[in-house]
């Protein structure tokens, strides 16, 4: 090196904050003193379905007006409190979408302290919040899987004495025919009862999969042709909409089968008189493991959309816990078990829904390299 020559600064050392903050995962937004956005990062534009340019300038208000609490926490910024708040909740986009979002707000301020206006830090919570009802799922099936293979045991014993003692009972009145319906139903009831304490103890244990070749429109195909025969008077129409792409996966079959098999039957039943049940599959090339250090994964997509009596609300977040249901007579144990089927096979199950408008149940698997 020339003793007077200087040392080239590195291309990190040139990056601006602009940059930095342009590629952050979060959203970020700053607020002026005349309570108008001027930073709208790329992160935001996502969250909020804003763009830049038609967030730039405008009143805080009118881009978080159905996010009230938000506004409340950019107050707490400003003078004269000027502290740092955070919270969460709810922010509906501007296409209407809910989203769940963390927000934390700071006050701007120069050298002297004099107050310039507010950032705030926009976080999806999305994510958090399925790994939160994954866990507590979780810790509910650890839970009921104690309880089952403590109980069946000493259930089924004295079930077994009693369906043995219904079946001596039918044979020593045989052709007493109201004997025999009474007898009948206890020995029904008894085999649901066994057939019960079964699904608890296979959603509560894991299941030995056997992995193969699987193609994933052969088991749909099955599904729908099996299930078309028990429409009955029914008008259901069926629409497959397959991407001819889809590569087979390493998948159980017979797991597969049982979890469409239960999608199917579900979009079915909440469909009265009438209705189209679809079935969409597609290929998505460029999938990214959120939190994980991992390339782009190739990943499968079966969505299954009914137009029902849809799902509320306040269900929605209850739909894969065990025993829940909305269906009278219903076990609560067949979406548990799809949830529990496609977790050991590595995926994801999701549903969205609408009450009046029907339910899409989306079921994600990754492609074996």
Known sequence: MQPNSQPKHSSASQISW????????DGVVTVGLDNKIGYFNEAAEV???????TAHGQPVEQIFQR????????????????????GEG????????????????????????QFLGSILL????????????????TDRLALMGTLAAGLAHEIRNPLGGIKGAAQLLRRATDGDPSTKEFTDIMIREVDRVNRLIEQLLSLSRPAELDFAPVNVHEILDDVLLLEAQTLGDKKIEF??????????????RAQLTQVFLNLVKNGLQAMAHSGTLTVITRLENEFRIRGQDRADKRMIWVEIADHGAGI??????????????????GTGLGLATCDRIIREH???IRVDSAEGQGSTFKVSLLVAD
């Open 18 to 25: 602009q940059q930095i903050l342009a590629n952050l995962g």
């Open 47 to 53: 969250l909020t379905e804003f763009s830049s340019s």
């Open 67 to 86: 996010g009230p609490w938000l506004i409340e926490l950019l107050r707490k910024t400003q003078p004269p409190r000027q502290e740092s708040a955070r």
């Open 90 to 113: 709810d922010f509906v986009t501007r296409r209407g979408r809910k989203a769940p979002i963390s927000v934390t707000a700071s006050p701007l301020q120069d050298i002297d302290g």
């Open 122 to 137: 926009l976080r999806d919570d999305k994510h958090r919040k399925e790994l939160e009802g994954d866990l507590k799922r």
């Open 239 to 252: 629409k497959k909409r397959y991407d001819p792409s889809l590569p087979p996966i390493r998948a159980d």
């Open 312 to 329: 509320s609300e306040a269900d929605l977040p209850q739909i894969f816990s065990p025993f829940f249901t909305t269906k009278t007579g």
């Open 346 to 348: 590595g995926g994801t």
